[in-house]
């Protein structure tokens, strides 16, 4: 069996507010293998970003971790110092965000900020590092490579920014990179070949890779495996076509209901009912049933993970095989 690039167990980030402590993460576990990518998924709110920056320890005040282990290749990422933290960022471990100017100096040119990108972490001549940025660039469907590399940002397109913003994630040969909704505000087209080229990347490089989105139809085609997290908690997991296809839990039956499907064209789209919980009250229960059509009075009591095959599910009434077109709206 291999094992996992990263390994997070019963990861626990609290925000500490004058209105109480906020779990923002509860007890989450995953594992993600080299070249595979995770497709982390829930609604706004349910804490995705903050496992993200939990991985990378760039949690600030009120926040903080307060439980759990987050190891890469074996090696505790919780316990590092920060100084030991800033050679696992960008060298070991990169993130990608929504918005590429999150990654990029808007005065700084793409090529100086590539070269100072890998010079940070290695010492390489300026000739190398420049062809190594160039290299980078064509990588990731750049038209014309060296003449971006003299370019500023705001001389590129969101889309182009954001390929050099993945570009810049993988220069360094990561074995593990946080991609945090980097498709959400490009059109349909430009997004496709974005998820592609980052499949294409993690499979040549044996990147291990955590894609967050709000949006299952992202991921559907991209993850080798998805999680769902409601409200700080992973209520479902396995690979892809399982979850997808025969989900268990009833929010990741909703939230694939809620995907706009050809046969929806002049109707109108499903939505969840009702409101994500707030953080800062929830209990053991689960946190999904005021809104669960398959509650019951057991799920007062939260119900613990349970293994199921290649997946797991935290429900104590699940969705089953005989049920599921009916569930889907199939
Ligand atoms: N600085 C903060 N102070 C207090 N609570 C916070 C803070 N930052 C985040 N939270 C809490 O953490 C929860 C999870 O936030 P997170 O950004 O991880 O959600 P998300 O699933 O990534 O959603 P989105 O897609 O909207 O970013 C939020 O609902 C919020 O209650």
């Known amino acids: 069996m291999t094992s996992p690039i990263l390994s997070i167990r019963d990861l626990e980030t609290h925000f500490f507010t004058r209105g109480g402590v906020v779990k923002a993460v509860n007890k989450v576990s995953l594992d993600i293998n080299e070249g595979k990518i ?3 998924v829930g609604e706004s709110g349910s804490g995705k970003s903050i496992t993200g920056f939990s991985i990378m320890q760039l949690i600030d005040e009120p926040g903080r971790i307060v439980g759990g282990s987050i190891k890469l290749k074996g090696e ?3 316990s590092l110092s920060e100084r030991q933290m800033r050679d696992v960022r960008g060298k070991r471990i990169s993130m990608i965000f929504q918005d590429p100017m999150m990654t990029l100096n ?6 100086a900020q590539m070269t100072e990108a890998i010079t940070a972490h290695e ?3 300026k000739r190398d590092a420049w062809q190594r940025a160039r290299d980078g660039l064509a990588e990731v469907g750049i038209p014309s490579p060296e003449e971006r ?4 940002p705001h ?3 969101g889309g182009m920014r954001q390929r050099v913003a993945i570009a810049i994630a993988f220069l360094n040969r990561p074995e593990f990179i946080i991609a945090d909704e980097p498709t959400t505000a490009l059109d349909v087209t430009i997004q496709g070949q974005i998820l592609a080229q980052a499949q294409k990347l993690c499979s040549q490089y044996k990147t291990a890779m955590i894609w967050i989105t709000h949006d299952l139809s992202v991921v559907s085609g991209l993850a080798d495996e998805i999680a769902v997290m409601y409200a700080g908690r992973i209520v479902e997991q396995g690979p892809s076509a399982l979850v997808l296809n025969q989900p268990r839990h009833p929010y990741t039956a909703g939230l694939i209901k809620s995907v706009p499907g050809k046969h929806m064209v002049g109707h109108r789209l499903y939505q969840i009912p009702g409101m994500t919980p707030s953080l800062l009250t929830l209990g053991d229960e ?4 005021a809104r669960c059509p398959h509650k019951k009075d057991q799920c007062k009591t939260g119900p613990a993970m349970t293994e199921d095959g290649a997946r797991l599910y935290r429900c104590h009434n699940p969705i089953t095989g005989l049920n ?3 569930e889907l709206g199939a």
Not at 149 to 152: C, F, M, N, T
Not at 286 to 289: D, L, N
């Open 38 to 40: 995770l497709g982390l």
């Open 155 to 157: 001389q590129l397109s």
């Open 123 to 125: 010492k390489v001549s």
């Open 324 to 326: 599921i077109s009916e």
């Open 286 to 289: 689960c946190a999904f049933q």
């Open 149 to 152: 590399l003299e370019a500023y």
């Open 76 to 78: 505790e990422l919780v």
């Open 106 to 111: 808007p005065v700084l040119k793409i090529g």
